[in-house]
């Protein structure tokens, strides 16, 4: 599917054309317009403190965060799913190890049921004062997100800080001798080095599988790939180089209307650090939250009297990510028909993953 771009306005923005408009396109379909379905998964946002600096990183997390989930907003949160049995908890930050209340968070969840993971950055287990973390995950019976958006040092290092790469394996191997990746759920989270769709996920998998045994003997229990979203930093560098334009051209060339059934904003509420409800954390790193009736973002204290009603999905072209190719979300590609052969390795050189072909 081609998309033509022609600058009507003469603004030179090219990102404000109806190419651009994902709602325009989703309309232009054939299949139902994505609206929220049930609510499987609430994922709460603990905040943006970091102990790293990731260069794609799209809620611009750092040490220097001061975005912190409080144990009031916690308490809404464990009292909603206190009522409501079977939804998934997913915790996110930043680094949500960092948040001085996730404990308070892990403790107030215990018991419930549900299926409780978390997003984690691995070297966090590897700071002063949080090296005990891989046993509270086990002794928790905590499902664990890992990023490592490579199987090489170089790759993941240019990503995410030197020496990061060598730390996770460090974490991962000590994840491994606790259960993790064989009797509790450890999965790893693949994303481009830079402006390029990913290969299929289970070719990914099969290559991790194969090059991480190989060379440090880790085990995990499956891989999710994820498509670059262009907010946050990774936007930032984009425009800096003049190649915002591009990549969205390449996301939706690339849209796959076969998706839509499968996107996370139908079955999923973001709860940032301050109790505000969005349609997924991509959304909320862009402050696009669900509205009030008075105006004002919709609030965690409001989200049973909500799902009572019709929750509303609110797009924008950042929304092109999860559609293109073979679809992506927190949960990984949806993997839809008409699979691309795999690129073979991570970087941005010569060898770098295939663009699909629109």
């Not at 948040?99 to 984690?120: C, E, H, K, Q, W």
């Not at 974490?171 to 990746?181: A, F």
């Not at 990774?234 to 915002?244: E, H, N, P, S, T």
Request: aromatic share 8%.
């Amino acid at each position: 599917m081609s998309v033509h771009l022609t600058d009507h306005a003469g603004t030179g923005d090219v990102t404000r054309l109806p190419a651009f408009c994902f709602g325009e396109r989703i309309g232009s379909t054939d299949l139902p317009f994505p609206r929220f379905e049930t609510l499987r998964t609430l994922q709460l946002n603990l905040g943006n403190r970091c102990n790293l600096a990731c260069a794609h990183c799209h809620v611009g997390a750092s040490p220097e965060g001061e975005k912190i989930m409080d144990k009031g907003v916690i308490d809404g949160a464990v009292a909603f799913l206190r009522r409501h049995g079977g939804i998934d908890l997913d915790i996110t930050g930043g680094c949500p190890e960092l948040n001085p209340n996730f404990s308070y968070l892990i403790a107030g969840t215990d018991g419930l049921g549900m299926r409780r993971s978390v997003r984690t950055n691995l070297v966090i287990a590897t700071e002063k004062g949080m090296t005990g973390l891989p046993e509270f995950y086990r002794d928790h019976d905590l499902a664990l997100v890992a990023s490592l958006p490579c199987f090489t040092p170089e790759n993941v290092d240019r990503q995410r800080g030197t020496g990061v790469f060598k730390r996770s394996v460090a974490v991962l191997r000590k994840l491994n001798d606790l259960g993790y990746g064989d009797s509790h759920e450890l999965t790893l989270v693949y994303n481009p080095g830079g402006d390029t769709l990913p290969g299929p996920q289970k070719d990914l998998e099969t290559r991790y599988r194969q090059e991480l045994m190989a060379g440090f003997g880790i085990r995990f229990t499956r891989l999710i790939v994820l498509t670059n979203v262009p907010v946050g930093r990774f936007r930032g560098q984009l425009v800096a180089r003049g190649g915002l334009a591009t990549y969205l051209r390449t996301l939706a060339e690339t849209f796959n209307p076969a998706t839509l059934p499968f996107l996370m904003c139908r079955s999923l509420i973001n709860v940032d650090w301050a109790g505000n409800l969005y349609n997924c954390d991509f959304n909320q790193a862009v402050g696009m939250a669900l509205p009030g009736d008075k105006g004002g973002p919709l609030h965690l204290s409001d989200l049973e009297m909500a799902l009572r009603k019709v929750i509303p999905i609110r797009f924008d072209d950042h929304c092109f990510a999860c559609t293109a190719g073979e679809g992506s979300g927190c949960f990984g590609q949806v993997e839809s028909p008409g699979n691309r052969e795999a690129g073979k390795y991570c970087g941005n050189g010569p060898e770098r993953l295939h663009h699909f072909e629109g």
